[in-house]
């Protein structure tokens, strides 16, 4: 896609303190909202696993049933997903879109589609990845005001009020958050799981974890020396639980 090693890709993008996989990810739908091809996701990325593709299109806040409907606009999609969410970025991100070629409609015909087939192919990771590392500054600024390293605990209540707890433990690899935890329900097996697409930004936190079917988004932000959230727990596409979450810092023993 661009000529740059994967090394030196995700060297710009620890750099921009982002994650390769979310700028891949966003690179990628980004492309196909530049081509009005969400009808044809699936193909277009060679997606098997309808899993995978309902985690991309929520993480891009591509509705379902959004892609048969009228085409994304480039600002409606930057607006609405959820892999790089860094204000500082995404401005870096528009000014590179505005400042190149004009994205054309489609009443131009085949001047505007050799047109969009040119801004897509400069789309790619490498584009993002650099638009990103302009940025870098100021998205470490904002990750550097809060620090949620190490283990919290607390209350995770719904509307049925049953007692469950949510642990959660932080830790830093490098430029990379990563978290493990539970969320415990009475009668359930106490088990450890891996939390995917951890995020601290600013004083925000978020991740999200599968389990089969379902998928369980957790997003929060810090209120004094707690975090609040809460999360919410869908299956296909379809939310049926939310729990609100409060969580403190379990003092070390």
């Known amino acids: 896609m661009v000529a740059a090693s994967a090394g030196v890709i995700r060297a710009w993008c620890s750099l921009a303190d982002v994650r390769p996989k979310?700028?891949?990810?966003?690179?990628?739908?980004?492309r196909?909202?530049?081509?009005?091809?969400?009808?044809?996701?699936?193909?277009?990325?060679?997606?098997?696993?309808?899993?995978?593709?309902?985690?991309?299109?929520?993480?891009?806040?591509?509705?379902?049933a959004r892609r048969s409907r009228r085409p994304?606009?480039?600002?409606?999609?930057?607006?609405?997903?959820?892999?790089?969410?860094?204000?500082?970025?995404?401005?870096?991100l528009r000014t590179v879109l505005e400042q190149g070629t004009r994205l054309p409609g489609?009443?131009?015909g085949v001047r505007a589609m050799a047109t969009m087939q040119k801004i897509a192919r400069s789309v790619s990771v490498g584009i993002l990845a650099?638009?990103?590392?302009?940025?870098?500054?100021?998205?470490?600024a904002q990750s550097a005001a809060f620090d949620p390293s190490g283990p919290w605990q607390g209350p995770c209540l719904g509307k049925d009020r049953s007692d469950r707890t949510l642990l959660?433990?932080?830790?830093?690899?490098?430029?990379?958050?990563?978290?493990?935890?539970?969320?415990?329900?009475?009668?359930?097996?106490?088990?450890?799981?891996?939390?995917?697409?951890?995020?601290?930004?600013?004083?925000?936190?978020?991740?999200?974890?599968?389990?089969?079917?379902?998928?369980?988004?957790?997003?929060?932000?810090r209120k004094g020396d707690r975090l609040d959230g809460s999360v919410t727990i869908s299956r296909?596409?379809?939310?049926?639980?939310?729990c609100a979450w409060s969580l403190s810092r379990v003092a070390a023993k």
């Open 22 to 30: 979310q700028s891949l990810d966003l690179a990628r739908l980004l």
């Open 32 to 64: 196909l909202v530049v081509r009005n091809q969400l009808h044809c996701a699936e193909d277009c990325l060679e997606i098997v696993d309808p899993r995978t593709m309902t985690r991309l299109l929520r993480m891009g806040g591509i509705p379902l």
């Open 236 to 242: 296909d596409g379809k939310a049926y639980m939310t």
């Open 168 to 221: 959660v433990t932080f830790t830093r690899a490098e430029r990379a958050w990563q978290a493990k935890g539970r969320l415990q329900t009475p009668g359930y097996p106490e088990t450890d799981s891996t939390f995917e697409e951890v995020k601290v930004d600013g004083e925000k936190v978020s991740f999200i974890s599968l389990f089969g079917p379902m998928l369980a988004e957790f997003t929060g932000a």
């Open 72 to 92: 994304l606009s480039v600002g409606e999609f930057l607006d609405r997903q959820t892999f790089v969410q860094s204000e500082s970025c995404l401005r870096a």
């Open 130 to 140: 650099l638009t990103l590392v302009s940025a870098a500054p100021s998205a470490q």
């Open 106 to 108: 489609a009443h131009e």
